[in-house]
């Protein structure tokens, strides 16, 4: 069964930083792209940033570039997502999605190429 986990989300003011995590299991961690996206309450989910299987490419959105990283430790099979800078704009639900992948370079940005998703955890910032 696989399970995507994340936490680390919270209340932060405005230019403080937080780090996610989302812990995978029942899966081989290798294989799969994954991604950040998030939901703002009354808003479409959207993309914030994908990492290929490999972990050697990754893509952000353009509100995540410069402010944002994404990364992975596929020996624990967990993919963080480490923000700075961060706006009241960057309030929302962040859910983290494993997509499985032929090509370990590939990395996937839109939410239907995604075959998991994990719970989501509440990212607070205030002004």
């Known amino acids: 069964q696989v399970q995507l986990v994340e936490s680390g989300g919270g209340l932060v003011p405005a230019g403080g930083s937080l780090r996610l995590s989302c812990a995978t299991s029942g899966l081989i961690f290798s294989s799969y792209g994954m991604g950040w996206f998030r939901q703002a309450p009354g808003k479409e989910r959207e993309f914030v940033a994908g990492i290929s299987g490999s972990g050697d490419y990754t893509s952000y959105s353009d509100s995540a570039k410069g402010r944002f990283s994404i990364s992975r430790d596929n020996a624990k099979m967990t993919v963080y997502l480490q923000m700075n800078s961060l706006k009241p704009e960057d309030t929302a639900v962040y859910y983290c999605?494993?997509?499985?992948?032929?090509?370990?370079?590939?990395?996937?940005?839109?939410?239907?190429?995604?075959?998991?998703w994990g719970q989501g955890t509440q990212v607070t910032v205030s002004s």
């Open positions: 999605a494993a997509d499985y992948g032929v090509r370990s370079s590939y990395v996937p940005v839109h939410s239907g190429e995604y075959d998991y």
